[in-house]
């Protein structure tokens, strides 16, 4: 089975907890607000919309359906999708759940497959592959309304992504991208932003050798890439 999931979060950092689960399934979906026990800051909830009130009588996530859905999930068999599936699972692991079965990271596999996208966020990426299109008479197969950010919602746009990304490699191709470092090609941001890395290396070396040492919380595929150019320099 393929699982689509996508959480909504206090924050990006270590320390941030889930507020916000959604999954899709083959013949089901799931959404349930989680409390994370921890408050929600204001940026967070202006992106998910997702305030303190609304979480305050949520189960945690030990406690919660979610929990026991996603521990029936839990197998080698099943496959699990999500756009920057690295953070969605490190939240799960933060409540005690680490995914054992294959991973699709569709961010991950649209920065390989695609790599001269401006953006590859998951709303950049509804727009530029013209998902909006069909997503009305998908939404309504699921009874589901369209909102961005919110989880059950990004879990469907998810699938879509998925389903573009199936024509241009197999399945079991996007799982050994998901599981692999990617080459990038441009730089995605910064003052050479769009760029491509292999003439920045020649260009200016020195700024992308600054970025390794200095961004500690860099991508992981961007680093490896930035290091590749600069190693073949």
């Given at each position: 089975?393929?699982?689509?999931l996508?959480?909504?979060t206090t924050?990006?950092?270590p ?22 026990e ?10 998910h919309h997702?305030t303190?009130?609304?979480?305050s009588?949520a ?14 999930l839990n ?6 999708v999500?756009h ?7 939240m799960?692991?933060k ?5 054992q079965g ?8 649209s ?8 953006g590859?966020?998951l ?17 309504e ?9 919110h ?13 573009y ?5 197999d399945i079991?191709?996007?799982i ?12 995605p941001?910064g003052?050479?932003?769009?760029k491509?890395?292999e003439e920045?290396?020649?260009k ?5 050798k600054?970025m390794?040492e200095?961004?500690?919380d860099?991508?992981e595929?961007l ?11």
């Amino acid at each position: 089975m393929v699982i689509f999931l996508d959480t909504e979060t206090t924050g990006v950092d270590p320390k941030d907890r889930m507020c916000a689960l959604g999954f899709i399934g083959e013949d089901t979906y799931h959404f349930e607000l989680i409390n994370p026990e921890k408050k929600i800051p204001p940026a967070a909830s202006a992106i998910h919309h997702i305030t303190n009130e609304m979480v305050s009588d949520a189960p945690s996530f030990s406690q919660s359906i979610s929990s026991e859905k996603l521990k029936e999930l839990n197998t080698t068999q099943n496959i699990l999708v999500s756009h920057n599936a690295p953070f969605d699972l490190a939240m799960l692991e933060k409540e005690g759940l680490t995914w054992q079965g294959r991973v699709i990271d569709t961010l991950k596999c649209s920065k390989s497959l695609m790599d001269d996208l401006e953006g590859y966020g998951l709303q950049f990426l509804r727009y530029e592959l013209r998902l909006y299109r069909e997503e009305k008479a998908v939404f309504e197969t699921y009874n589901l309304p369209i909102v961005p950010h919110h989880a059950l919602s990004d879990a469907l746009h998810t699938k879509m992504v998925l389903e573009y990304l199936l024509d241009l490699a197999d399945i079991e191709r996007l799982i050994e991208i998901s599981k692999s470092h990617i080459l990038l090609t441009r730089l995605p941001f910064g003052k050479y932003a769009k760029k491509r890395i292999e003439e920045i290396v020649l260009k200016d070396p020195s700024y992308l050798k600054w970025m390794v040492e200095s961004l500690m919380d860099m991508d992981e595929d961007l680093r490896y890439s930035i290091d590749y150019y600069l190693r073949g320099k």
